[in-house]
């Protein structure tokens, strides 16, 4: 069992769902209200990383992220770091990949707000943050916590990329799915099956607790 | 689509994948197929070559799959369909040949050789004596240093035995980073994002890649000789029989020798 490699696992899962919290709560309300020109293909950008696979990103991140490019010398410039083979690295393509588990579900939970609760509040005189903080969170709350286990389950999972632009670095972009691998390629199996099975039951308990979120907020509405 | 269904939707998206891999295995292969050959990552370059020369000589065709020797001794334990294994490492040919999987001990077919890589805009140059990537890691200029991963790659572990004999295995340790496989390895060590990198001659002499930096031949002694065996898998065609014949052949060995392998009547 490799704990620095789980323990980077949850550090990179945890901020990444921090980082799109607030993203995706923009991102969910103003694609769940508001009308404009282009926006089915704004939406299918951001539903890009369900069907692409990993290593297209993967391949555009060392493209635009090496060493050798604009972006990756900008980096380095500013923070005397590089962007490939690193924790940020890593995050960055995260956040990408991770952009429709974390927008569709908020979307469809602001979506499920009718305009009359709206309206009714800005009538009231709320301004726009208390009415996001008292009337729209907690009529959305069921799709926003979906979409944050959501997005720290499948980072938990994220393989591809990671094996493309990791090196696997221990303790830096050595996550828990590339350290299964290595132990596979390994032949050490002992090892490889804790890791995995670890990485299971978290996944099965995310999963499972959305699913029980969303039956629940079901019969509550039915009541 | 709500959150739920999403949830339920990815999962969806799986389930007909997963009932045709039921199906599929039952698919057996004839004996006029074109073979499939599953090759060590560091034969990409010379064995295209190889192959190329193969059809126009002898009008028969192969396929060819490159990827990490583990990952196709573990493959072909489990009886995937391939007719030819060349593997980076004789240890797994030598096992399979125990498991009974392969038809006998196989053939050596070439050494392979390693070189100290440096692309353009590297922080040192490369030399055989390793003196620039010692001082320029005594200046801390070096931040990446690429090898493959020596827990399973060949081609790491003698990485890590030259950087070791060398005494410079500890302070680079902390800058490497580890491809999955040699060929991932030297992507690493070319893409301008690390200084440099261990990885195979075969790969460095493609000129894919020779025209991203510089590079010395390491010494041979500074590691375990890089044996590579291949064997045919049980119930291999005629075609992947004339390959195999083929790669020992003074056509395929030219083209070896040429991708700077040691052949085996050069030891």
Not at chain 2, 26 to 32: D, F, R
Request: glycine share 8%.
């Amino acid at each position: 069992m490799d704990w620095s490699a789980l323990s980077l696992s949850l550090k990179l899962a945890a901020w990444t769902m921090v980082i799109l919290f607030p993203i995706g709560i923009w991102l969910g309300r103003v694609l769940a209200w508001q009308d404009f020109r282009g926006k089915p293909l704004v939406e299918a950008m951001f539903a890009l990383p369900l069907v692409l696979p990993p290593t297209v990103l993967g391949y555009y991140l060392l493209v635009a992220l090496g060493g050798a490019t604009p972006l990756g010398r900008f980096y380095h410039d500013l923070t005397g770091q590089q962007l490939v083979f690193s924790f940020e690295g890593l995050l960055i393509a995260s956040i990408l990949f991770n952009l429709p588990f974390a927008i569709q579900p908020m979307q469809r939970g602001f979506e499920a707000i009718p305009i009359e609760v709206r309206d009714a509040a800005a009538c009231c005189g709320l301004s726009g943050w208390r009415t996001l903080w008292r009337i729209e969170l907690p009529l959305a709350w069921p799709g926003i916590l979906t979409a944050l286990v959501l997005t720290f389950a499948h980072t938990l999972g994220e393989f591809g990329v990671v094996l493309m632009v990791g090196g696997s670095i221990p303790g830096e972009t050595k996550t828990i799915a590339i350290a299964i691998y290595d132990r596979v390629q390994a032949f050490d199996t002992a090892a490889a099956g804790a890791m995995s099975a670890t990485l299971l039951i978290i996944s099965l308990m995310a999963i499972s607790f959305t699913f029980l979120i969303s039956s629940r907020f079901k019969s509550r509405r039915h009541d | 689509m709500s959150y739920q269904s999403i949830v339920q939707w990815s999962l969806h998206v799986w389930l007909l994948p997963a009932a045709l891999l039921v199906v599929l295995p039952a698919q057996a292969q004839s004996t006029t197929d074109v073979p499939t050959v599953a090759a060590a990552s560091d034969l990409q370059f010379a064995l295209e070559d190889i192959a190329a020369r193969f059809r126009a000589d002898t009008k028969l065709d192969v396929k060819l799959v490159f990827g990490s020797s583990g990952n196709f001794y573990r493959q072909i334990e489990q009886g995937a369909p391939f007719q030819l294994f060349m593997s980076a490492d004789e240890g797994f040919i030598f096992k399979l040949a125990d498991l009974g999987r392969v038809e006998d001990r196989g053939a050596l077919y070439a050494v392979g050789r390693i070189v100290l890589f440096a692309p353009h805009q590297s922080s040192f140059k490369p030399d055989a004596q390793f003196k620039g990537l010692k001082s320029a890691l005594t200046n801390d200029r070096i931040k990446r240093f690429a090898i493959a991963n020596p827990e399973h790659a060949p081609y790491g572990r003698a990485a890590e035995q030259t950087l070791r004999k060398l005494g410079l295995w500890s302070s680079l340790q902390p800058k490497l980073v580890l491809g999955e496989n040699v060929s991932q390895a030297a992507q690493f060590a070319t893409s301008g994002s690390a200084d440099g990198g261990i990885f195979a001659f075969s790969l460095a002499l493609s000129p894919a890649v020779s025209k991203l930096g510089s590079y010395v031949l390491i010494p041979a002694e500074t590691h375990d000789p890089l044996r590579q065996r291949m064997a045919l898998v049980k119930g291999a065609n005629i075609s992947a029989r004339t390959f195999y014949n083929y790669l020992q052949q003074s056509g395929g060995r030219e083209i070896f020798k040429r991708y700077g392998f040691v052949l085996p009547s050069e030891i």
